[in-house]
């Protein structure tokens, strides 16, 4: 596979190799619509993946069916070669899954440092937090300047980091993404899209759910591509980018 434009690094998939996430032909309803129509992918050790498409096409309904937060009706998910059905969301966060959820969702009323403390919420090691935040205060300045300030007074970006950084305080195995770039100005969406570029470079595992499919495609090793529920195309984010199909329904072209 050929490393992204962005030089996001070479990913570990092999098909000898389990994959982190294995998600199998699952079906998700929402009453009597038909959500997710029986999906199936994966996500290796070292990957980008990102699933694009259109509002509507399932993509954050996927992610909030991964962590628990909705249910399959059929199907399954494995996460390092568990499944995870009947697991509390908050015990998936424990066994090493973390996401960011679209929209941000921080706690307005507590400080950067605060909201960076409640990532940690699974981890016991006071040293191993510690450096956990020095970490994500390395990987985000203006968070580590803004470690005071309250975090409902932060800018949308600023905000997007801080959510970013809330996971990541839980040391995931797999970070899943929501719509990172959603409401930013288009400077913002290039730094945050650096910023998962350089995390992959560190050897983290991303699965990415985002709209503007150009930028998710840059990153990503991998792609799936969605549509009222199913996926309908998937190859490598270069095969996507270069794809006519995909060019003219997502990238303007």
Do not use: C, W
């Not at 929402?30 to 096409?57: M, R």
């Not at 937060?69 to 066994?95: C, M, N, Q, W, Y």
């Amino acid at each position: 596979m050929k490393a992204n434009k962005r030089g996001g690094g070479k990913a570990m998939m092999n098909e000898k190799l389990s994959p982190v996430l294995n998600v199998e032909n699952i079906n998700v309803f929402y009453g009597s619509i038909h959500a997710i129509k029986g999906i199936s992918f994966e996500v290796y050790e070292g990957e980008i993946v990102t699933l694009i498409g259109a509002n509507g096409a399932g993509k954050s309904t996927t992610l909030n069916t991964i962590s628990g937060l909705l249910h399959p009706s059929t199907g399954s998910i494995a996460f390092l070669g568990e499944t995870l059905a009947k697991v509390a969301p908050h015990k998936i966060v424990e066994k090493g899954l973390a996401q960011v959820p679209e929209g941000r969702r921080v706690f307005a009323q507590m400080t950067v440092q605060e909201n960076l403390e409640m990532g940690a919420y699974t981890q016991n090691n006071q040293k191993e937090i510690n450096d956990e935040l020095e970490k994500v205060y390395a990987l985000f300045p203006r968070l580590k300047e803004r470690m005071k300030q309250t975090a409902g007074t932060l800018s949308g970006g600023e905000q997007q980091m801080l959510a970013m950084g809330r996971a990541l305080m839980s040391r995931p195995k797999l970070l899943m993404l929501d719509e990172p770039s959603m409401g930013l100005a288009p400077i913002l969406v290039e730094q945050i899209f650096d910023i998962i570029a350089d995390l992959h470079k560190t050897g983290a595992t991303i699965l990415l759910v985002e709209q503007n499919a150009q930028m998710a495609l840059s990153i990503a090793n991998r792609g799936y591509v969605m549509e009222t529920g199913k996926i309908v195309t998937t190859g490598t984010g270069q095969e996507l980018l270069a794809s006519e199909a995909v060019r003219k329904a997502y990238l303007g072209g």
